[in-house]
């Protein structure tokens, strides 16, 4: 029997995470406010499923018609049986993740976890005070979820362990790479390391010693290119913690370490200047190579993920 997984949410990620299960094999059902915007988060994620490759579609490119996936609304559901995980995916707004933990605390049964995609809030915060917060935790998806494997599995104040090792155990059945994070701490595990990597080189671009291109250049054809094939830890017991070590000393001292915004970011985020969607952030973007970028990204992360599933 296929693993169930109900997905409150009609977004992107919705869409995405759904697409993930769905590829594998599992069957999905999507909950939302709004059963059309439900029905075609369904579809998106039947349309990324896809495009996926051969175990969750068929020779013709159209998801095997055995696994299907369903869409309701949050409120009106009551078809838990052999649901194996429930995962939210709303709007990073509390209140509203307050409220949907709430009604899942009393509507599922309490033998199914129920996790949260969110990034900016704990889930300590958003189970405190439930009667089955000890089921709860953070199942942290980066974007595209339909690509990127990993997903963080949090534990929060009250998440009991073993909830923990059971949601790792089903994510490793459906080929994703789940990581376990045993406290509740702010970044969890890779946007804490994402986000020390981004201090230093905003930093570095503020003071004039490289642009943009560079830091990007620089991550992907050195220490990012490496990666690809193995972590830092495993990357470092190959080269050699003596040499690390002996960098290190020199290097640790100079390294940024403000608590603020980099002066460059702050100037931007003043002007409105956020990225792609504003035609403008580090440099200018046309609508043609927002396409072109954009399509280039995901074709570069299948390529990454054939070669991760080389494990």
């Known amino acids: 029997m296929p693993h169930k997984i109900v997905i409150i949410g009609t977004g992107i990620m919705g869409a995405g995470i759904a697409a993930s299960f769905l590829s594998e094999g599992a069957e999905v059902v999507i909950l939302g406010r709004d059963l059309e915007k439900a029905k075609t988060c369904v579809n998106k994620a039947r349309e990324l499923a ?44 509390l209140e509203v993740k307050q409220a949907i933990f709430a009604w899942l605390d009393r509507a599922v049964p309490a033998d199914i976890p129920i996790g949260s995609n969110a990034s900016g809030f704990p889930i300590s915060r958003i189970a405190k005070g439930l009667s089955s ?18 997903v963080e599995v949090v534990l929060g104040e009250f998440t009991h362990p073993a909830v923990g090792e059971k949601v790792m155990s089903l994510y490793r059945d459906l080929r994703k790479k789940p990581v376990l994070v045993r406290k ?8 804490r390391m994402q986000h020390a990597l981004m201090r230093e080189a905003l930093t570095l671009i503020d003071s ?44 640790f001292p100079s390294l940024s370490n403000t608590p ?25 973007w046309t609508p043609e190579e927002i396409q072109d970028t954009r399509r280039r990204y995901n074709e570069r992360l299948k390529a990454a993920l054939a070669v991760l599933h080389m494990d």
């Open 184 to 191: 509740d701490i702010p970044g969890f595990l890779a946007n």
């Open 260 to 284: 603020n915004l980099p002066q460059g970011l702050a100037q931007r985020m003043s002007e409105g200047k956020t990225g792609m969607k504003a035609g403008e952030g580090y440099r200018r």
């Open 208 to 251: 004039g010693i490289v642009s943009a291109d560079d830091v990007d250049d620089a991550v992907r054809y050195s220490f990012g290119f490496r990666y690809a094939a193995v972590g830092p830890i495993t990357q470092k017991e190959i080269s050699g913690w003596d040499g690390m070590a002996n960098a290190a000393r020199e290097i």
């Open 50 to 93: 896809a495009g996926l490759g051969p175990s969750g579609a068929s020779s013709s490119g159209a998801v095997t018609p055995e696994i299907e996936t369903q869409a309701g609304l949050i409120g009106q559901w009551s078809r838990w049986s052999n649901v194996s995980l429930v995962i939210e995916t709303v709007s990073e707004i």
């Open 133 to 150: 917060a000890e089921r709860m935790i953070n199942t942290h998806y980066f974007m595209p979820a339909e690509l990127v494997p990993l």
